[in-house]
């Protein structure tokens, strides 16, 4: 099993503005964008999220020690690479300086 960032599986790009009134907001609009599908889930970075998974990833997110370290794994690209996709980004360890 691999990581998935949960601010990127949201649309959440700008992680220094990210309060509970951006959580807020954001969960409203994934779940009317849910409500509005035939399906009842949508498509982000390459999974289907469902009403319940949203309201999951919130409540998580939402406990301030969560949000935190989600928040510090994405602001950190080439550890984000390396837990999404087992890679490492720009090839930082090709040069071989640690």
Known sequence: MHYI??????GISDFDAIDKNTLN????KLLA??????TNTIIREG????????????????????WETHRAIAKDL????????????NNIFASGKE
């Open 5 to 10: 960032s949960p601010f990127r599986s949201l």
């Open 25 to 28: 907001l954001a969960k409203k």
């Open 33 to 38: 964008e849910i409500d509005l599908s035939p």
């Open 47 to 66: 999974q289907e999220l469902s009403k319940d998974t949203i309201i999951k990833t919130f409540d998580k997110l939402t406990q301030v020690n969560n």
């Open 78 to 89: 080439p550890l984000l690479a390396f837990l999404e996709n087992q890679t490492f980004a």
